[in-house]
């Protein structure tokens, strides 16, 4: 008998910790969303990518040909029209991903 008393009091301060803890912790899940500064250097690196790969296969055109500046010139425009083209395509689906979100959290306030 005097065990079941002992085990009393410390089944109700595990039930008083377990609360407490409950009530600590976040209602809803951390969402990931993109910092400004993230978005802006992904965008910097695909623009910087399609010029550095444009340039690089006009060199080696050039090298290979022996028509030093024209692919160059060529192939280094079309990489930055390649690398803006990206960098809007990423912007527009980051965009529709928050769109989504607040749509959704729109509609989770009219039903809730």
Known sequence: M???????????????IDAAKKAIEPVEPVQNKFS???????????LTAGV??????GYGLDFLFDTRPVFILILTLFGFAAGV???????????NKELAAQDSTEKDDIDG
């Open 2 to 16: 005097g065990e079941s008393e002992s085990d009393n009091p410390l089944k109700s301060l595990e039930a008083k």
């Open 52 to 57: 550095f790969l444009g340039f690089g296969v």
């Open 85 to 95: 083209k990206t960098m809007m395509r990423s912007a527009r689906e980051l965009q």
């Open 36 to 46: 400004a500064a993230e978005v802006g250097w992904r965008m910097i690196i695909e």
